[in-house]
């Protein structure tokens, strides 16, 4: 329903009296027990409500104006106007019945759409919807027709009726149909179509009971019954087909036996059959005669058949009485037959060589195999035999022959060849040829050759005296071949004679194309097509600019295989059939061989994968060993100016001391990534045996780590973040701090005009060190360029891989006061930390050739710094470097400002 | 042919169930028509012919099958537990020299008694059987043509001999027995159903055979 008409629409129209006279009224409207739902209230309603019509009816629908509007509104029936959507009706179609009503009337309700509305022209011009009504037009259902109903089995017990029927035009309307359908005293379930309007399922059938059925369908306009459709449901089954279908073949060569399963039993219904029957590749289907097999039966001998020949064959069965549906045919099942004897010899002529001399004959002897239907199965063998017949007291000669020609070597004379083809179940007539000892001319005139479509008319005028059967003698004249001489029989009645040869060549395509092969597929021409008996098929291919290749294939076959091709290269490739009488090609057919062979990508693929992953995982088993190194290159350690705090720089020349260790000495070359910080400081007591503390601790650590790299600080060994010395923080230098911790700023004095603070400051940073800061010319001069350069903060690469990774050290002889065990002790400590097994001798042997340093400069990361090393060379605080790392860095290296 | 719900068929106005053994008695009524009279043509004759055989050929069958599905003893001693001495069956005293109609309504009683026994064991075997799927969907079509055979003979009973009415026995209910008595009830009636079908075949052939 479409309602509208609220009680401020009507506020609206009282607008022009008060808005009190609004208020009031929307109040009595509201609280009116009348209204509807309790808070609208409508004007008026339409009736019919919601009709649905027929179409091409007449139609009338009257609007009803309420009471309480009319007091109120101030509005009657003649305000009211009709529209159907937005679209305004005629008022010729208006009627106004009294003055609360109002009718419309539509004499074709083909003009009506939804909604109707009835509205009011309020005060004259404003438009208010009263009421409206959806309209349903359509039409009443038609009476089903051609209602039809069959019944398929589906399986040995289940049957289900199918009915369909016609359901007539489209009514525009909601439409059930029902499938229904009675014995005399009982009416069966409905069945309801699903999504279709005109077919249904029933599965609830019983044969041998007269069924009534019938359609009905049904919609708001009406209803409409189909005719009835009175019958029993076993009169319309489509039955399965007959099961397992099995041929054998018969004691004879023209009988093959089928035997099969009926689904049906022979108690609900007996069945008559259809056989039919082919020839294996041939289209066309033989029938046994119906009347053969109009009775129930499991099997059936199937007679006149061509021996040795395979057929197909397909049952299918329907009731017996013929009312009802055929089933499918059954798949189709082949059989042989068995052989029989050839039923005919072989067409035999002969060509006769006296070139030699006139005396001695070359006969060659051709015949031509028998066709399928001639030979009745395989022939094994020719037997030939020749007798002279100008000398009959001469032996007759046999040779057994396996293949279609024979050649001998007799002298002139007159000879009877016969012939006889062998199968294994005997021999075939035999064929005979007279070889006259003169050979006269065949008195054949007008010999005349006529092109008829693919073949060649030969023509002639027969002789007057009787002639048995006539040889014709062609070859091909090419400049390209010999004469080879073909030859064809036509019996003697006919005049002339088509050469034929097959209408079309095989049509060969690939099956399966390889680097070096491609299998070749084709089928067999039809009969039609042979014209005659295919001798043998010829597969041409080549390459675009090479030379054809040629390979024979026996006639039976469907399937070649083409060997040493070359590898991704496009071939065309083409066949040729032949019978005796011609031969034909057919379409080219290219194709391109594969680039690689099966396997032979993932032959390659596979190792180069293999290859790279070792390579890889030696890459990172090289990486992970030479960690130390590759860190040192890529990430060396870069002080961090901003965050130092020297106050001083002690620009002590480190010289080549001598260090006492009690196993090594270390050559100051062989030290990396040493930043030693010498600085002066006022308080030489301040470097105590505590401070040195860390160091025994380290050396007990000796023990066990050694061995061991130390990571980022461990590649350097004065930069080394196993230790930090302090006079102030001994915790600090007790740590053994990551890799963040690149080295450590000790400042004990000020830093020229600065107040000195002794200050133990660490550096977080992990800025990496410029190649220049760990070349090996930096200390390529030892201690001795540096300590003329005063210098007192250096940095040492490796000048070789062997050194690289040497633990460096170095020493100022100011703080050998301290605990000297200790300090040799860390020593060997740091060497043996930062050293991989394979430096063990080079460490050696520096510690053979290098003096060792007596001056302590550690190395330890948290580098500990002694006043005392100040002592020989100390720079003045005008003396040293502006910069905080000047001396050692070069090429561009870092230049902290 | 697929299932239909087990049990007696209402055979409206036509029968009068009563619970005492009688005779096959019929009701001569002349003048009013059949029910489903476009229903009942000459073909009937034949259909019911053709159900009698149908039903004759698969009582074996049936019978074998159920006895295999009952399990032990019934496979092995149905002789003794099957034995119809002690259960109620429709008597069937006629022969191939009886009158036509007397054979008709004894026809009658017997497939409509038949009809509600199987639709009894149908239901037993649901509740007892239920994944014998092959003897339930026997059970169902042997039913199923019981029907149809009910409504073919009431057919040419009306037609023929404007009998629309029929006393019909039907056997005990199966209901609230033991399991045991079900499956012997229902072996009881099919060995019966077995033997009676079998003379009812012989019996009915000469009389529904085309004339």
């Keep these: ?234 009169d319309i089954v489509k039955p399965l087909s007959p099961q397992n279908v099995s041929v054998s073949s018969g004691v004879l060569p023209t009988v093959l036996q089928l035997c099969w399963v009926n689904w049906i039993s022979d108690a609900v219904m007996m069945l008559k059959f259809n056989i039919r029957y082919r020839i294996v590749g041939e289209t066309n289907w033989m029938e046994v005669p119906s009347e053969d097999t109009a009775s129930t039966r499991t099997s059936f001998i199937v007679q006149g058949l061509r021996p040795y020949t395979e057929y197909a064959f397909s049952i299918r069965c329907m009731k017996e009485d013929g009312v009802g549906y055929w089933s499918d045919w059954s798949e189709e099942k082949t059989g042989m037959t068995t052989e029989a004897q050839p039923s005919k010899g072989p067409p035999i002529w002969r060509i006769i060589d006296t070139s030699h001399s006139p005396a001695f004959w070359t006969v060659h002897l051709l015949w031509k195999a028998l066709k399928p239907f001639e030979a009745n199965g395989v022939i094994l063998q020719y037997e030939v035999t020749i007798r002279d017949k100008s000398s009959p007291s001469s032996p007759v000669k046999k040779y057994n022959v396996t293949s279609t020609n024979h050649t001998l070597q007799l002298r002139e004379g007159t000879y009877e060849v016969t012939l006889v083809a062998r199968n294994s179940v005997g021999s075939s007539p035999p064929s005979v040829l007279l070889i006259p000892a003169s050979n006269s001319k065949a008195p054949v005139k007008n010999l005349r050759t006529l092109p008829k479509h693919d073949k060649l008319w030969v023509g002639w005028t027969a002789p007057n005296s009787y002639v048995l059967k006539y040889v014709i003698e062609w070859c091909l004249v090419s400049s390209s ?31 399966k194309v390889g680097k070096a092969e491609a299998v070749l597929t084709w089928n067999h021409l039809t009969v039609e097509e042979q014209n005659g008996f295919i001798r043998n098929y010829t597969i041409l291919y080549k390459t675009i600019d090479g030379n054809e290749t040629v390979v024979t294939v026996d006639p039976s076959k469907t399937e070649y295989t083409l060997s040493s091709l ?332 | 042919m697929k299932f239909v719900p087990a049990g007696v068929v209402p055979f409206v106005a036509l029968l009068l169930l009563q619970r005492r053994p009688v005779a096959g008695r019929a009701l001569l009524l002349s003048g009013s028509g059949c029910p489903g009279h476009g229903l009942c043509r000459s073909n009937v004759q034949e259909q019911t012919r053709r159900q009698v055989a149908l039903l004759n050929a698969t009582a074996q069958e049936l019978f074998s099958l159920y006895l295999k599905c009952q399990g032990e003893p019934f496979s092995s001693e149905s002789d003794k537990l099957c034995n119809p001495a002690g259960i109620f069956f429709p008597a069937f005293r006629v022969n191939r020299t009886s009158e036509r109609k007397e054979v008709m309504v004894a026809m009658y009683k017997l497939f409509a008694f038949l009809n509600a026994s199987l639709g009894n064991i149908t239901r037993d075997q649901e509740e007892l059987n239920p994944m014998a799927k092959e003897l339930l969907e026997r059970l169902h079509n042997t039913t199923k043509t019981t029907r149809g055979l009910i409504s073919n003979l009431t057919c040419l009973l009306c037609k023929n001999y404007n009998i629309f009415q029929v006393d019909v026995r039907y056997g005990d209910s199966s209901k609230g027995k033991s399991a045991f008595k079900k499956k012997q009830q229902g072996c009881q009636v099919l060995r019966k159903y077995v033997q009676v079908i079998g003379l009812a075949a012989r019996v009915l052939l000469p009389h529904l055979s085309p004339s």
């Excluded at chain 1, 305004?88 to 003009?111: A, C, G, H, M, W």
């Excluded at chain 1, 005399?184 to 399922?201: G, L, R, Y």
């Excluded at chain 1, 004679?497 to 097959?502: A, E, Q, T």
């Design chain 1, 481 to 511: 071949s010999d004469c080879i001489i073909e030859w064809q029989i036509a019996l003697g009645g006919v005049q002339g004679v088509d050469l034929k040869g097959p209408s079309k060549g095989p049509t060969v395509q690939t099956k």
């Design chain 1, 1 to 234: 329903m479409y309602l509208s008409l609220f009680t401020e629409i009507m506020c609206s129209m009282f607008s022009r009296w008060n808005w009190v006279a609004c208020g009031f009224y929307l109040v009595l409207n509201i609280c009116s027990p009348d209204a509807s739902g309790g808070l609208v209230q409508s004007c008026g309603h339409i009736i019919p409500e919601s009709p649905v019509l027929a179409l091409g009816s007449n139609f009338t629908a009257l609007c009803i104006l309420n009471e309480s509007c009319l007091d109120f509104g101030n509005i009657y029936a003649s305000q009211i106007i009709w529209k159907i959507k937005n679209k305004l009706v005629p008022k010729e179609q208006y009627r106004e019945i009294n003055r609360t009503v109002s009718s419309v009337t539509f004499n074709d309700t083909s003009s009506l759409a939804t909604p109707l509305t009835c509205n009011i022209l309020a005060d004259g011009q404003i438009e208010q919807n009263i009421y409206g009504i959806t309209v349903t037009v359509g039409l009443a259902p038609e009476k089903p027709k051609n209602l039809s109903c069959i019944v398929h089995q589906e399986s040995v017990l289940t049957y289900v009726m199918n009915c369909t029927w016609n359901p007539g035009r489209h009514t525009f309307l909601d439409t059930q149909f029902r499938l229904r359908h009675s014995w005399p005293e009982e009416i069966f379930p409905d069945c309801i179509p699903k999504d279709v309007n005109n077919s249904c399922t029933i599965t609830d059938i019983q044969f041998f009971v007269n069924t009534e059925i019938w359609v009905e369908a049904t919609n708001a306009l009406g209803k409409a019954e189909s005719d009835p459709l009175v019958v029993d449901p076993i």
């Design chain 1, 566 to 897: 070359t590898s991704d290269t496009l071939y065309t490739v083409r066949m040729m059939a032949s019978t005796d009488n011609g031969s034909r090609t057919g379409p080219d057919f290219t194709f391109t061989t594969q680039k690689f062979g099966k396997g032979e990508i993932e032959a390659i693929v596979v190792p180069v994968c293999l290859a790279f992953l070792l390579i890889v995982l030696l890459g990172v088993l090289f990486c992970f060993n030479k960690r130390d190194l590759i860190k040192k290159h890529i990430w060396p350690i870069v002080p961090d100016p901003s965050k130092s705090n020297i106050a001083q720089w002690s620009p002590q020349v480190p010289a080549k001391h001598n260090f006492s260790s009690k196993d090594q000495t270390y050559p100051e070359g062989s030290f990396t990534d040493v930043s030693v910080v010498e600085i002066e400081a006022d308080d030489k007591k301040s470097f105590s045996e505590q401070d040195l503390k860390p160091f025994d601790l380290l050396k007990k650590e000796k023990s066990t780590s050694e061995g061991h790299s130390s990571g980022i600080g461990g590649s350097s060994c004065m930069s080394s973040p196993r230790q930090s010395v302090s006079d102030s923080d001994e915790g600090d230098t007790t740590q053994n701090t990551s890799s963040t911790v690149q080295y450590s700023t000790v400042v004990l004095n000020g830093y020229r005009d600065q107040t000195p603070v002794q200050v133990f400051s660490r550096s977080e940073s992990t800025q990496p060190l410029l190649d220049s800061e760990e070349r090996s010319e930096d200390h390529a001069g030892g201690a001795d360029s540096t300590a003329q350069r005063q210098q007192y903060f250096r940095q040492n690469g490796g000048q070789d891989e062997t050194n690289t990774d040497r633990p460096c050290f170095e020493r100022t002889k100011q703080i050998t006061h301290a605990n000297e065990g200790d300090l040799v002790g860390f020593v060997q400590l740091q060497i043996s930390g930062q050293s991989s097994q394979p430096l063990g001798l080079g460490m050696e042997k520096n510690t053979q050739e290098a003096a060792v340093s007596n001056v302590l400069q550690t190395c330890t990361e948290g580098q500990t710094v002694r006043p005392e090393t100040v002592e020989e060379n100390p720079l003045s605080v005008d003396e040293m470097p502006k910069s905080y790392l000047p001396q050692t860095v070069r090429q561009g290296g870092y230049m902290p400002q």
